[in-house]
């Protein structure tokens, strides 16, 4: 069940609002991210797969923020790579960051 926040006060903090989704029974891997984003704000693409058991974060990361994070005006952003960035064997890199941040408002939300 979702939070419906327009019946209810949604919480300040993120760390707060990510208690509540977790409590709607998500499935493990969408908890793992979440709890891992908690943890280490601005995490790598290639972090969240290896630490999460995730695949391919990015479909994980899409289903939550479309139907998971708008309940609880959370969403999970994605940072492209400065460019001229490179990977360990010199070549230019494409990898991601990903953050939790609040949004600012619900308007256009399901909820």
């Known amino acids: 069940m979702h ?5 209810e006060h949604l919480p300040e903090t993120i760390a707060e609002r990510v208690a509540l989704a ?6 493990p891997q969408k908890e793992r991210i979440l709890s891992f984003l908690l943890a ?3 995490a790598l693409t290639h972090d969240l797969a290896r ?12 289903e939550l923020n479309r139907e998971i994070l708008p309940h609880y005006g959370l969403h999970i952003e994605c940072i492209a790579p400065p460019k001229g960035q490179k990977n360990r064997f010199g070549d230019p ?3 991601h960051r990903w953050q939790l941040v609040k949004l600012q408002s619900l308007v256009g939300c399901i909820l």
């Open 40 to 42: 280490k704000p601005r």
């Open 93 to 95: 890199t494409h990898v």
């Open 22 to 27: 977790i409590r709607a029974e998500l499935a």
């Open 51 to 62: 630490n999460c058991a995730v695949g391919y974060p990015p479909n994980r990361i899409m």
């Open 3 to 7: 939070f419906n926040s327009k019946l």
